[in-house]
């Protein structure tokens, strides 16, 4: 990046960390309904998830070559913007919205 006194190493994990979600809800069915339970994801699958996302989002990219989206992805996800900082905030909002049923989890 033009104007930017980190190295790319140091942007790369702060845009993995921008793109990290926390929760997730996962479906279980409870008494013959269906309820949208957040639960706390474990690191490994934090780490797979976020960087799923970033490749996912960088390939429905326009752009020529895949390290055009990709670059562009991870700039974006620095930034706190693009698709796969988005995927995040709608997972954490699903969540949030879906707290009264975490009593559900086990």
């Known amino acids: 990046?033009?104007?930017?006194e980190?190295?790319?190493l140091e942007i790369w994990k702060a845009a993995l960390d921008n793109i990290t979600p926390?929760?997730?809800?996962?479906?279980?069915?409870?008494?013959?309904?269906t309820f949208q339970v957040p639960t706390e994801?474990?690191?490994d699958r934090k780490e797979s998830i976020s960087m799923k996302n970033l490749?996912?989002?960088?390939?429905?990219?326009?752009g020529k070559t895949m390290s055009d989206k990709l670059s562009a992805e991870i700039v974006d996800a620095f930034n706190n913007q693009g698709g796969a900082?988005?995927?995040k905030e709608d997972m954490h909002r699903m969540a949030e919205a879906n707290r009264a049923f975490a009593h559900f989890r086990f």
Not at 1 to 4: C, F, L, R
Not at 22 to 33: T, Y
Not at 55 to 62: A, E, L, P, Q, T
Request: proline letters at 6%; aromatic letters at 6%.
């Open 41 to 43: 994801i474990r690191p």
């Open 22 to 33: 926390q929760v997730e809800v996962k479906s279980r069915r409870v008494g013959g309904a």
């Open 6 to 8: 980190k190295s790319a």
């Open 85 to 87: 900082f988005k995927r």
């Open 1 to 4: 990046m033009p104007n930017e």
């Open 55 to 62: 490749i996912i989002f960088s390939r429905k990219r326009g």
